[in-house]
């Protein structure tokens, strides 16, 4: 078993704006093994990469992505909520993130943010841009649309896909291979030990999300889960150092 991969949630979130170019390349300088990232698509069918529905969070203006063009998207300022600093950095599309993460050989984890809205054709753009970058084998989609990830399942059996899940379930093994996914992305409460270990058994890789504090990051090295999602880089990185 390899050791446990550092990915920088959303970016290095917690020092940069989320899901922003600045964000990811701060994650590849620290030396993260790979990025989470939340994609929807736009109005005229582009990937973007962006947590919620809407822009408002993050942008301060008003509007669903799927109402929005991709031109109307890169007007928009994602960075100055976060600090002035990164006044005026847009919201990336796929392309961009994918680019950087084939030069750096970074791993990827692409959310497919098909859940309170349904983007019809989301798998689909997804699955040709990871082959037109070759990262079809450095990446997991994840998502908590189980039904998302069977889809990719049928388009692709070779993509790894991962639930996305909050709830304590009962041998999630069990579930993950009845929806036809890889992987299983705990909320990390719910990654106890015995759903780490029995997950292993199954043959199941375990990446538990969104792990800040050091005491659990240490729990979840010890159990060898293979990756831990985090906002915390480089707090990660010295962890497994020291483990
Ligand atoms: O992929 C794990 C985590 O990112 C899921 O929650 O809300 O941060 O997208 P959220
Ligand atoms: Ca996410």
Redesign the pocket.
């Known amino acids: 078993m390899g050791q446990t991969k550092v990915l920088a ?2 970016g290095y979130s917690s020092q940069a704006p989320e899901n922003t170019m600045a964000a990811f390349r701060l994650a590849a300088e620290a030396d993260a093994d790979g990025l ?1 990232l ?1 994609v929807h698509l736009t109005k005229d069918g582009e990937v973007v990469v962006i ?1 919620d529905e809407t822009v408002k969070r993050t942008t301060g203006k008003k509007g669903r992505i799927r109402d929005l063009t991709l031109e109307e998207i890169r007007r928009l300022d994602a960075g100055s909520w976060f600090s002035e600093s990164f006044n005026g950095e847009p919201i990336p599309t796929l392309d961009e993130v994918l680019s950087l993460a084939a030069d750096k050989g970074l791993w990827l ?1 692409i ?1 497919l ?1 098909n859940n309170k809205i349904r983007y019809p054709g989301l798998e689909q753009a997804v699955l040709e841009r990871l082959d037109r970058y070759g990262m079809a084998g450095r990446t997991v989609l ?1 998502s908590f649309n189980h039904y998302s990830l069977r889809t990719v399942h049928e388009l692709r059996p070779d993509i790894d896909t991962a639930i ?1 899940y909050m709830a304590d379930l009962v041998e999630p093994w069990h579930y993950a291979r009845h929806v036809g996914a890889s992987s299983i ?1 705990p909320y990390w409460p719910t990654a106890r030990d015995e759903v780490v270990r029995g997950c292993h058994k199954a043959g199941l890789p375990v990446r538990p ?2 792990v800040n504090r050091q005491e659990e990051m240490r729990r979840l090295l010890h159990v060898s889960v293979e990756a831990i ?1 985090t906002d915390y880089v480089t707090r990660l990185l010295d962890e497994r150092n020291a483990t």
């Open positions: 949630h959303r989470e939340d947590h984890n959310e943010k994840s996305l992305h999300f969104t999602i």
